[in-house]
């Protein structure tokens, strides 16, 4: 499913919104979601899971074509824990 596709089910649900308006309510929702982990905030949404964001550590890899050894960077990630009853 798409997020085109995701709004769509948002908008014919039981509560009957048009389109428009269910598209600019969880834009809303993922760029406050996208702006609070930026700065660093958990993110926990009771019954689906928690967004966070974890510094990944700079490792040694190589290039699998010439196998030569390569010092991959530190990079901050998304990570996302879905919660036991979404797990159920």
């Not at 406050?32 to 019954?47: F, L, P, R, Y």
């Not at 010439?66 to 159920?88: G, H, N, Y």
Request: hydrophobic letters at 40%; glycine letters at 6%.
């Amino acid at each position: 499913m798409n997020k085109g596709e995701l709004f769509s089910k948002v908008s014919d649900s039981q509560i009957r919104v048009l389109k428009k308006d269910a598209t600019f309510i969880m834009d809303m929702l993922i760029n406050q979601i996208k702006h609070s982990i930026n700065d660093g905030e958990k993110i926990a949404i009771a019954g689906f899971g928690t967004f966070s964001k974890k510094l990944m550590p700079a490792r040694k890899g190589f290039n699998m074509h010439t196998k030569e050894k390569i010092e991959i960077a530190a990079k901050e990630k998304v990570s996302f824990k879905p919660s036991k009853k979404m797990l159920d």
